[in-house]
């Protein structure tokens, strides 16, 4: 177990945890001297060799007193995602190995809660049986930003064709809108930008507080700096005001933070520094 808030424990379901890209690349708005002020913040999060970044690909497991809540499903196996060959075709069990290692089973996932609707955080919503993409978990209700849905939905890609239809055509998926909450332990928060329907998600229990991330932020170091963009951001304006928004608000309540991003452990605080904020981890 990660850590537990009240009533609820945090179980971290990690996939992949490895070089990914270039700082420069990942962060074009920063400067080239990113790679260092990345390392510098957050020592550990650029391979020396290469200048890529360690990135985390994982998923949360809340199990609360009532419901099994997996926040997003990372890659998944067998899945099309060219331009990113590390993620493309993969064939791995450490997904299903950590679930099982926080006592769930597929059958036991009560919802399956995307923060948006990228590879890398809906590739285990399905997987191939016989040719055919089947929802990985059987008794769960998905719940989908329903502006990403809509944009996908209209923009169709390998991801939405494989990882979000067809979980709509079995009748599993719920469109959901930011300010959505799950029973009284779960909420939504939002913070568009990386896509049209992003959200964080927050827990609340016995008065204390974790706010997931989602891809509002990427590293660490953006706490420093909530100006740089991400590569895949769809709008980086607007990502950058959510990410403020969103660093304001775990700052001034004190949350615990889980970076879905970040380096682990993954997990620290927030706190205001200057005209921006500062990351301590593992707190």
Not at 14 to 39: K, N, Q, T
Not at 70 to 91: F, I, T
Not at 232 to 240: I, K, L, N, R, V
Request: hydrophobic residues 45%; aromatic residues 8%.
């Amino acid at each position: 177990m990660l850590c537990k808030i009240g009533e609820v424990e945090v179980w971290r379901i990690l996939e992949i945890y490895g070089p990914f890209l270039e700082a420069e690349a990942l962060f074009p708005s920063a400067g080239p001297d990113v790679a260092r002020i990345i390392e510098a913040h957050a020592p550990g999060s650029i391979e020396a060799a290469t200048g890529k970044m360690i990135l985390p690909v994982q998923g949360f497991l809340l199990k609360t007193p009532d419901h099994v809540v997996l926040v997003d499903a990372c890659v998944g196996n067998d899945k099309s995602v060219p331009h990113l060959p590390e993620w493309h075709q993969r064939k791995g069990t450490r997904f299903m190995a950590a679930l099982a290692a926080a006592g769930v089973g597929p059958a036991d996932v009560d919802y399956v809660l995307c923060t948006h609707l990228h590879p890398d955080h809906v590739g285990w919503n399905t997987q191939l049986v016989d040719g055919r993409w089947v929802p990985t978990f059987p008794n769960a209700r998905y719940l989908m930003p329903a502006a990403d849905v809509a944009y996908y939905a209209a923009n169709p890609n390998e991801t939405y064709e494989e990882s979000v239809l067809p979980v709509i055509a079995a009748g599993q998926a719920e469109e959901v809108g930011p300010d959505h909450a799950l029973g009284d332990l779960i909420d939504l928060i939002p913070t568009p930008g990386h896509t049209p329907g992003h959200v964080s998600v927050r827990v609340r229990s016995g008065g204390a507080e974790v706010v997931i991330t989602g891809d509002a932020l990427h590293s660490s170091a953006q706490c420093w700096h909530p100006e740089w963009h991400f590569r895949f951001d769809g709008d980086g304006a607007q990502a950058a005001v959510s990410r403020r928004v969103l660093l304001e608000s775990v700052s001034e309540s004190g949350a615990r933070v889980l970076g879905s991003h970040f380096c682990l452990p993954s997990l620290g605080r927030v706190r205001a520094e200057g005209a921006a904020f500062a990351w301590d981890g593992d707190v």
